[in-house]
């Protein structure tokens, strides 16, 4: 083998390397979704876009890092009035092949005052959530995704 022929498979080898550890530490090859709870708080493993307000909203990311490598998973949950609601931060350890994980958001109600409580008002602090929110997945501070999703209380 000529030395000409060694120096441009070695720079292949390190190009594909390169390449490789980038597609895999990359975000944006990862699977998101909303979902609801399925059973013993597990998501679902098939999308949902509309929730009641009873219900545990999930998002799930689905992806592949390296091996026992750290990574947070922080979720900007926003009602549609356009205020964020909720932030959540989740550090987790990637697993040998594909690394699924979540968080989620529990709507609650208002605490009543006691003017309310007295008077017996009827208790409608969980409209405000009804209509169309969004949330913003990152992770190991890059955005991942946003996704988008209706919630109805009765």
């Known amino acids: 083998m000529t030395l000409k022929r060694l120096w441009s498979m070695n720079i292949f080898t390190a190009t594909f390397a390169i390449l490789t550890l980038l597609v895999l530490n990359n975000p944006a090859r990862a699977e998101t979704y909303l979902s609801k709870e399925e059973r013993n708080g ?3 493993t098939r ?3 509309s929730f009641l307000c009873s219900d545990k909203i999930y998002g799930v990311v ?3 890092w390296p091996a026992n490598s750290e990574h947070l998973l922080e979720a900007y949950w926003t009602d549609p009035q356009g205020k964020q609601r909720e932030h959540t931060r989740y550090k987790f350890v990637a697993r040998e092949g594909e690394t699924r994980t979540w968080v989620w958001l529990l709507l609650h109600r208002a605490e009543a005052d006691i003017l ?3 008077m017996m008002q009827e208790d409608d602090s969980l409209r405000e959530f009804n209509g169309q929110w969004n949330v913003v997945f990152y992770i190991d501070g890059e955005k991942l995704r946003r996704l988008t999703f209706q919630v109805t209380c009765e």
């Open 62 to 64: 689905t992806g592949k």
């Open 116 to 118: 309310d409580r007295l």
């Open 42 to 44: 597990m998501p679902m």
């Open 47 to 49: 999308a949902v876009s």
